[in-house]
Structures are given as C-alpha cells and as structure tokens.
C-alpha cells in the first residue's frame, strides 16, 4: 500500500502536491545506492546526479526499459505523464524497484492552455511548484547559451561589413560572408508569444546593428535543448565532450556563396558549452509515493524529439530494475522518435511499450464533438456510449500497429477517468488484444495513486519478460527524402509526400554537404496522425505535405516541417497563467 492519505472528491493537483510530506532528497539517493557526493544540492528536495556516478555504476546490470507513449490525444491530453509516474507507482506497490526518467516542462504550456506537467491527482512529481518552473535553471541556461550565438550572427555580420579582410586578420577573423536571406538560428524565449515569430531586427542608426528578417522560437525548440537530450558518454569528462563537439556542430545558416556556417566557425561554441557544462547532470526529484524521478531535457515532441535525456536514462537503468521513461503526444510522434532517434544514439532498446488511451479521446477520433480546453464536456463524453467509441477504434489499432512495427512487446494502459463504464473499458481492452498488443491493463492512478496501478505495473513485468525484436523503421543510408516517405507511409499511413521548393531546395543543399545520413525528427501536428489536425482516427489515402526541411546538425537530425507546424507556439483567449498568483503567506496558488 502507498503512504498518501488520499480524499476523496480528490483535491486539485497543486493541493495534493503541497500537502505531501516530501523525503529528503539525500534519503531518496541513499536508497539508490548514491552517496551525498554524487549529488549536486539544489536545497532540500531536489538535486542533480554527477554524470562520474557512471563510472561507479558500470558494472551493475541494467534494469528494464519501458516507453509510455498514447493514442491521438485530445486538446486536454490523455495524462500519459500521469500514468508513466502512476506505473513507477504502482511498480513500487508490488514490490519492485522502480525509477520515473521524463522531461523537465516548458513555460510555455505552463502558462498557456495545458499547464504543468509533473502527473496529476495521486500520481505526480514533487516539488511540483519546482517542477514546473524553474527547477534546476537547465531552461535558462538553454535560453541563454541560444541566444549568445544570435548574438554572434548578428554581431559578426554586422563587423564584416565595416571591416576589411585586413582588419578581420589582425583580430584572427576569417570573414564569413553570411547570407543574411539564409539565416536559420532564431533566437529563443521559453513564453508562447506569437507576436515574435516573424519581426524585423537593427532598426535605428548606424550602430544598432544591420536590419534584417528574424523570428523566434521557444527555448524548447532550441537544437541545443535537442542536444542536451541526446548527448551521452561514460563519466562527466566524456560527456561534456561530446557536448562540446556537438554545440561546434549547429548550423546557423551559409554564405553568401551557400556554404555551411556552423558556431565553431563563429567561435562561439565554446562559450556555449561553458553556459551549459552543469545543465547535462540529471536532476533528482521523487514521485508522491517517495519513488526516484530524474527530470531531465524537455524538447517538444510536436516540433523536436519529444524525449528526456539519454544520460538520465543512463543512471537510471543502472540504479533501478524497472525505468519508466515517457515520450511527448502520440505515438506518432513521440514514440516514433524515441525509437528511430534516441535509441539509435544511446544504444539503449526497450523492453516494453505502454500505450495510454482514454475513453474520451476515443470517443472524439470516433467522431464526437468538439473538445475545447476551458469548457465543459459534451455529454458524449461523460456518458457511456458504445457505438461511438467504438468508431474511434481504429486511432488506437494503428498505433498499436506502429509501436510493433519495431518488434517491442505492446501493453494498452486504459487511464481511467470517472465517467468511464466497465462496458466501455472492456471494449477497449479487448479491442487492444485483438489489434496485438500483449494484454491492456485499465488503470485508475490518478484517484489511487500506486495502488491503482497494480493491474498495469503486473502487466508491464509480464510483457517486459517477453522476447523483443527490436528494429529501427528504417536505416540511415537512405537519401533524405526516402527516410521522410517511410515515416510518411509506415507510421501516417499517407500515400505519398509532396514537397514545397523550398523544401526540395533545402535537401539538395543538406545531401550536397553530407548531412544526408541523419536520421528524420518530423516536426507536425500532434492532434492528429496525419499533417491536419481537424482530421482524426486513423486517416489514409493522403499526401504529407513537406512545407521546409531544418538541419540540426550538433543534435543529429533533419527535421523537415509538415503542414502549417510552427515553432513559436501563441497564448490562448485565456491563459492558465491568470490562474497563477501567490498568497499572504508566500504559498503558490492556482498552478495547474
């Protein structure tokens, strides 16, 4: 049993989260096998794990590796990160040692339309107030270090234009020549602000810098927070290393004649890699129920890889026998991008793929009305109503496909919600079988806590102790455009890609310069399994259209942009954040 005194109605997320009595982190680290200098205090409840505890820890086997992915969700999402830390949970209850690995949220979402994201109800990270705003400044130091190099673009093009190649010499400068038209490094904020997508920068006199068309993007869009995650290494040292050689990697657009200008020849790498030399440890918080939980990277899923960091799985799998990781929206996207893009760089394979789905969802993929954040639910949804969820079906069965496309056992993880019938869990259950996964299993977490998730954590075990055959959709020596249309026809079901000029200009230019042999990070809609996201269920017969194709060199991927995605999210009509205040006694209300 968990030590949560629940309630029941059940209080609201924050409520719960400031009520529980937190354990020391130190206590959570020592029940590791982590000593108090292996730990980076950040006071006393949160800490980050220095990378050197691989090398204590190589020899130790490795644990179990579990990916929580989910259907098409709606707008309100489906609780995926809920139910990753309700398994951790739930694994706990039965007895097993069990470590929660997922990403560190955006302010974006925070203080837009979703709000935080460190689980919900009975099932959650604590300090959640740290957790969803600054915790460790990781965020920061991403936004910081992004925008020394818009700095040094801007900068350099503007002293070239004033300086002879004399001049450049005698200060060791070789001249650039950048394209000011080829410029592809916006620069970043972690706040949805729509107004700054699109502006015009250096207007004013003549040393105000040279005007020209920029843009930005949120900080978790930034390619340096797509490295944080994917970096990797033995100890400290090696990891830093490869941070180092893949911050001289980034690409920030070519010359005027189009040749590549990466930040080593800027010569600002190694000040970003300074900004970031802390940010690569893992930090450590702990679940509700005192369970370990390394929160570490957060790029988004819908426009990166939507995937913590390898390095905190790492440690993880080295500390614990069962590590539940969590990748961003569907499966479409986020699973499909851990698979393809972070196991292929850590090496590390899955033993099991959780698949969230919910009952409501279904219902909206089998077309029900409408779900609109901040309104009131359609009595479709909160009603039982069989036909339609049984319209909504086909959603779940292609992502059930996808996920055995890559030869790793599938369990459906039914995320119970209050209105839910048993005759409409049943449904799902067995249509979940019949598709193939290993068995579903419904889960009630979030009123529960662990001791509602027994049924999934048993399940997890079984499927974990069955065979995989693990394989990657595709190799990398296909040409660009080949890895995009098997990703295209395999995992959207479209029949085919069309691409825009630019599109086409782009890959020929990326091939040209060898950067062909990477692998594919489709940035698109996560509201549906295709480019629209009015379109829901299972939808085929299509062409994907291919609007631009970005090159994050140092991160280790193309990613081409599908449809109208964007990469600077807007607020909504009413933002969480007039939600959020702060009261007489210095205590948070109102975050979410």
Known sequence: MSKIKRQFPVPSDLDIAQAAEQRPITEIAQELGLEEEDLILFGRYKAKVHLDVLKKLANRPSGKYIDVTAITPTPLGEGKTTTGIGLVQGLGVIGKN????????????????????????????????????????????????HNLVAAAVDSRWFHESRLSDEKLAEMDLERLNIDPYNITWNRVMDVNERALRNIILGLGGKWDGRARQGGFDITVASEIMAILALVKGEDYSSTLKDLRERCGKMM????????????????????????????????????????????????????????????????????????VTESGFGADIGMEKFLNIKCRYS???????????????????????????????????????????????????????????????????????????????????????????????????????????????????????????????????????????????EIYNADGVVYEPLANRQIKSYEANNFGGLPICMAKTHLSIGHDPKVKGAPSGYILPVREVRASVGAGFIYPLIGQMRTMPGLPSRPAFLNVDIDDDGKVVGLF
């Open 98 to 145: 069990s470590i929660a690995c997922i990403r560190q949220p955006s302010q974006g979402p925070t203080f837009g339309i979703k709000g935080g994201a460190a689980g919900g109800g009975y099932s959650q990270i604590i300090p959640m107030e740290d957790f969803n705003l600054h915790l460790t400044g990781d965020i920061h130091a991403i936004t910081a270090a």
């Open 252 to 323: 920030i657009g070519t010359s005027t004649t189009g040749k590549p200008i990466t930040t080593e020849d800027l010569g600002v790498a190694g000040a970003v890699t300074v900004l970031m030399k802390d940010a690569i440890h893992p930090n450590l918080m702990q679940t509700l129920e005192g369970q370990p939980a390394f929160v570490h990277a957060g790029p988004f899923a819908n426009i990166a890889h939507g995937n913590s960091s390898i390095v905190a799985d790492q440690v993880a799998l080295k500390l614990g026998d069962y590590v």
């Open 347 to 489: 090496g590390l394979t899955p033993d099991c793929i959780v698949l969230v789905a919910t009952i409501r969802a279904l219902k909206m993929h089998g077309g029900g009305p409408r779900v609109i954040p901040g309104r009131p639910l359609d009595p479709a949804y909160t009603e039982e109503n069989l036909g339609l969820l049984e319209a909504g079906l086909p959603n779940l069965h292609a992502h059930i496909r996808n996920a055995k496309l890559f030869g790793v056992p599938v369990v459906v993880a039914v995320n119970k919600f209050s209105a839910d019938t048993q005759a409409e869990v049943e449904l799902v259950k067995q249509a979940s079988v019949e598709a193939g996964a290993e068995t579903a299993a419904m889960s009630d977490h979030w009123t529960n806590g662990g001791d509602g998730a027994t049924e999934l954590a048993e399940a997890v075990v079984a499927a974990c102790e069955k065979p995989s055959d693990f394989k990657f959709l595709y190799p990398l020596d296909l040409s660009i455009k080949e890895k995009i249309e098997t990703i295209a026809k």
